[in-house]
Each structure stands twice: as structure tokens, then as C-alpha cells.
């Protein structure tokens, strides 16, 4: 049995076709697994805390595996993000879209995915326009006329245990329920963007997107922030708000144990 | 005769095999004449002041072209932006990455490429690492420790009128002269960026990213400010510093007539 290592990842979610490995596409598991196999010279199997979708970004994804390499494994930052191609290390020609931003040894029995205790996301709305970031925010019409007061008081009315079908994309992998705990949900609004961050003990498939849809549509006043109550009583997905496009989603921060989830 | 036209116009280039129309590639010009075919229901050729490469970015380029249609040249912003895909026009689906800033009707005789006087370029220098921007900057390894004063003394070496032959690389459209007039070389630094922008009545091929690499080298010590003169007097490009990436290059202000080219 070798070492029980946890990774912490950001990645630019842009020219991935997700998380998840796969055969013939580009994902951040598979790349990561590729650049562990060329340093410990043995097939590693990562195991992710979230499965982000096509174009979801991170900045505190986690992934945990076994580590039987000789080389310490203090070092892997250092050396996976060369091989990435990370700024500052100077390989030229990878595309530096992935970067280990720490690594610690775990318990033998911790799992990133199955000893993750919340999470939190953030989804970046823009009232610019920039061109040059469009693969990194929702643009919006009439971004900068929705109603942040409104949307907050919906905000409030989701925040709290409850069960979260309405707020669910069919298709997704079969949960035993779709009872969850939103701890925090915050709307923060300056001249360039909207900023939704949202804390909770798990999410169900597009739950994040699909709850900031909802809000954009409350902010816009095609729903009344007291009409959330009902629209998560109902269980109908048909009574909630589009889904927000994966392009502002960002997985932000993952918890393990008992930190305090307010952040 | 129709009238002659002139448009302004932005775009990240990240995802454009450059300006120039090519018959299997993706480009600006290409994506431009396109729209205008649509809008005016006959060939438009335009001409661009700028044949920007792969990945360079723009800020201002500009383009002229004759417009025969009903349509009021007035309304080519807003319908050729909804088209494009363009943030808050209400077309998904469209890359939003070209944007007609504005448009204007100019005398017969006006050319966006003859008629014009000069040029800015932007070209920025990342100090963060911030895997998110890695296509709309240079990520170059020891950035934040470059020399910025040496650098503002190279730039003033290059500022003013020279035979500039060491800042071009071979296999570019042929020129009459390689003299060309720098007006300005500005070096900017803060916690995020070093911003380098140049204004020029006009630049050799690759004359831009060649001056912004001779600068680093300098500011990293390779070359001295003082060597700048030698090196341009050599009339040699291998004296000269490194061809810095495409990614970091924004064609910011092309200027027509008089203007104070002192931006």
C-alpha cells in the first residue's frame, strides 16, 4: 500500500471536454493521469470530488490516489506543472490550462470524493460585454439591469435543507435522494459583473446552473422571489429557470470534515 | 459607386487562423465578409489596415469597403454584432469574438490600408500566472523580476526613425525599405502586468513581437540597454532578441491624417 495523496487542481475548463476521462476527448482526469503515468512510470487512478461538465472551470477541484513512486511526492507540483506547461516553468508548447496548486498525504482511508463534506461554487455573470472573456463568464442581455435585491431574497429562500428535484437535469447519475443542504447563498453585484457563490453538501446534476438561472430569471421579474418556495415544493423542473451555461460555473473550494462552511 | 466605409473593430483572436481570408481556415476577414454577404446579398471585399497573425488580438483594427445595399450603413454595428454573437444582441450559439465598434463613411479616395498613418500596439506581459487569461497575455518564467528601467532606456534607443531591418523576420511581404519611424515606446509595470506599447508609422513583419523579445532579454540582463544602437545598426536579426508569442499582442489604434501619434 503506498501513500494516500490529495491534489488540489485549478484548471481553465475552456478546451476540455470535462472532468471525466474518456477515450477520445480531452479531459482533465485523463491529462492528469497521463502526466502521473509518465512520472511514476505506472497507470495511476485518480478519483475527483466533482465530475465538472464541458467548459466548467476550478479553482479548487481535488483529486486523491495511491502514490508508490520512489519520488517524494512534495515535489509533484513542481513537476506535474512543468509538464502542464504552467507560466513560470518554462515548457513552451503545453497549453498550461492545468495547475497542481498543493498536494498533502491523507489517511488510508480518505477519498476525495467520498470523505468530501461540501463544496462551493461560483458563477460569474457579465455586464461588459468583453469579448475577451467570453469563455469565462455567462454574457447576458440585460445583465446589467437585473434586480440584486430580488434576487437575494430568492437567494434566501433556497438557501436551507430541502429537496432540490425541482433544481435537477434528468439524465445525470441516479441519486438515492435529492434531499440537500444549501449552507450559503450570496449575490454580489459590482460595475462589471454579478457574482452568485453557492455552498452546500452536494449538488444534483446542473443544480448550480440551474439555480442561477432561476435567480437571473427572478432578477429579470419573469419570476417573484416568492415564487421560490413553491417552485422547490413542486419537485417539476419544468417550473424553475433555464440552465445557466457552463462557461461562468467555476468549482471554487472543496471541504473535508468539519470546517465551517459560511465562507 | 457605392459608399466607402469604414468600420472599426475588435476581436480576440485566440480561436482565428489571423486577419487574412483563407479558404479552410477560420479568420477575421473571412468572418467579416461572410456577415457583410448575408446583410447586403453580394460579395463585399474589405480591406483591412492590419493583416494580424494567428492569435494576435485587436483592440481597434479597422477595414474599408463599398456599400452598394438599401440597408443604412448606420444600422452594420448592431446587425452585423447580433450575428457575430456578440454579448447582450441575443444570438447564442455564435463565438462572440469579432465586435463592430463603429462605422463611419469616408471620401472616395480613402483606403483603411493606404490611407492610414501609423499604429498602436499593445503588447502585455502576465506577472500572475492566472491560467484563465493564458491566450490574451505572454506567461514568460521570471516576469516579475525583469529590469524595467533598462527596458525604458532600450526603448528609447528604438524610439525615432531607423533602418529597423534587425526586427523582421525573413519570408514576410516584401518591402520597399525597412526604415521605419517609432514615435513612441512606452514600459509599463504593475503587481499584474507589464504593458509595452509601441506607435509606428507603420511595422515590419513580426517587428513588434521581435522588439518586445529584445526587451525582456534586456530587462533580463542577456543584452544591455547600450547594445540596442549596435544592434540595430547591424541591420541583423540575429542580434536581435527572441520573436515573442502572438498571444500577448493586442493591434490597439490604427491613426489616418494628422493625429497626435504621442498616445
Not at 432540490?164 to 454580489?188: A, D, W
Not at 446534476?205 to 430569471?217: A, D, H, K, P, W
Request: with cysteine.
Amino acid at each position: 500500500m503506498g501513500k494516500n495523496i490529495l491534489i488540489k487542481i485549478e484548471y481553465d475548463g475552456t478546451n476540455f471536454s470535462g472532468w471525466q476521462k474518456q477515450s477520445n476527448a480531452r479531459t482533465v482526469q485523463g491529462e492528469i493521469e497521463h502526466v502521473l503515468k509518465y512520472i511514476a512510470g505506472e497507470e495511476i487512478n485518480i478519483h475527483g470530488t466533482s465530475r465538472t461538465d464541458a467548459g466548467v472551470h476550478a479553482l479548487g477541484q481535488c483529486a486523491s490516489f495511491e502514490w508508490n513512486s520512489k519520488m517524494p511526492f512534495e515535489k509533484l507540483p513542481e513537476v506535474m506543472n512543468r509538464r502542464f506547461g504552467v507560466a513560470g516553468t518554462g515548457r513552451s508548447g503545453a497549453p498550461g490550462d492545468i495547475r497542481i496548486i498543493s498536494v498533502e498525504e491523507k489517511p488510508e482511508d480518505f477519498h476525495a470524493r467520498y470523505s468530501c463534506t461540501g463544496k462551493t461554487y461560483r458563477y460569474v455573470i457579465d455586464k461588459t460585454g468583453d469579448i475577451f472573456i467570453r469563455n469565462k463568464v455567462l454574457q447576458y442581455p440585460g445583465a446589467d439591469r437585473l434586480d440584486i435585491i430580488s434576487m437575494r431574497k430568492a437567494a434566501e429562500e433556497i438557501t436551507g435543507t430541502h429537496d432540490f428535484k425541482c433544481f435537477e437535469t434528468s439524465g445525470g447519475t441516479p441519486r438515492e435522494t435529492t434531499i440537500r443542504t444549501i449552507y450559503n447563498l450570496t449575490v454580489e453585484s459590482d460595475d462589471n459583473n454579478i457574482v452568485i457563490e453557492v455552498t452546500g453538501d452536494g449538488f444534483l446534476y446542473n443544480m448550480v446552473r440551474i439555480i442561477v438561472g432561476t435567480l437571473i430569471e427572478v432578477g429579470e421579474g419573469k419570476k417573484s422571489s416568492s415564487d421560490v418556495k413553491a417552485i422547490i415544493e413542486s419537485r417539476d423542473r419544468g417550473n424553475a429557470g433555464f440552465t445557466a451555461p457552463p462557461q461562468g460555473l467555476y468549482l471554487k473550494k472543496i471541504f473535508f470534515g468539519e470546517e465551517n462552511f459560511c465562507v
